[in-house]
């Protein structure tokens, strides 16, 4: 990145606006960032819209207004806009997330991270590769807002999201050759299990199961399997 570049992810950050672009592709879309207000909330939810296909949890106009409130309090919200200006895909990211099954860690004491907790494309606009520029986008934000690592939970199988992450440099957290998993209540009734993508953004970061974690093989059914007391797990990636 440039340092102009750095500048400019430096001013997302702190700006609380409502609504911004500040990216013109060379397709004729761009990105943008929203805040809170009222108008703001119809767009969110057409947005929004897509993981009730995926599962088959019913997401209404209250639910919309208080995600867009926490990326307005505590995180960004990061819009792919078509080359009409319409929002198309989103990748509303949050600061410094914790969650119920990896333990993330650095020898300079607790790392600070953005956490991805809404990636989402409305169907007629998928494998144009917006949600793909969202990813690198907000990796690039994380960057120059030095943050330590970036994650993101999705689906253990049929992941829609998962070769995307990959293909930005994440990770899935495993720990002693098995994948980290863990059970998330989708609805009173329904619930899946999860996995953890990662990518270290400083030296010296590493991640460890937590006590309640699941584990899952590593093979092309990633079938649940009990686990021992958790262990150091140290990935080798390299630091982008």
């Known amino acids: 990145m440039t340092q102009e570049q750095i500048i400019k992810l430096q001013q997302i950050k ?6 911004k672009i500040w990216e013109h592709l060379e397709n004729g879309c ?3 960032t929203m805040g809170y207000s009222e108008e703001n909330i119809p767009y969110l939810l057409t947005l929004l ?3 009730e296909e995926q599962y088959g949890e019913e997401i209404d106009y209250e639910a919309a ?3 867009l409130a926490l990326y307005e309090n505590k995180g ?3 819009l792919y806009l078509d080359e009409y200006g319409n929002p198309v895909s989103m990748n509303g990211c949050t600061y410094n997330e914790p969650n119920e099954s990896v333990e993330f860690f650095s020898s300079n004491g607790t790392p600070s991270n953005l956490y991805f907790y809404g990636l989402s494309t409305i169907p007629e606009y998928r494998g144009k590769g917006a949600c793909r520029t969202l990813i690198h ?3 690039d934000f994380a960057k120059a807002n030095n943050f330590d690592y970036v994650y993101a939970r999705t689906d253990l199988t049929n992941s829609n999201s998962e070769w995307l ?4 440099g994440m990770e899935v957290c495993k720990e002693d050759g098995n994948i980290i998993a863990e059970w998330v209540d989708v609805t009173d009734t329904q619930g899946d299990y999860r996995l953890h993508m990662w990518k270290p953004l400083h030296e010296g970061i590493g991640l460890m199961a937590k006590e309640n974690a699941f584990y899952a093989e590593d093979t092309e059914e990633r079938k649940i399997i009990s686990g021992d007391q958790p262990k150091v797990y140290q990935l080798s990636s390299q630091v982008a």
């Open 14 to 19: 702190d700006d609380h606006t409502p609504f």
């Open 30 to 32: 761009s990105i943008a």
């Open 49 to 51: 819209k897509s993981f």
């Open 65 to 67: 207004k208080e995600e």
């Open 76 to 78: 960004k919200l990061f």
């Open 137 to 139: 986008y907000a990796i």
């Open 165 to 168: 992450m990959a293909k930005a």
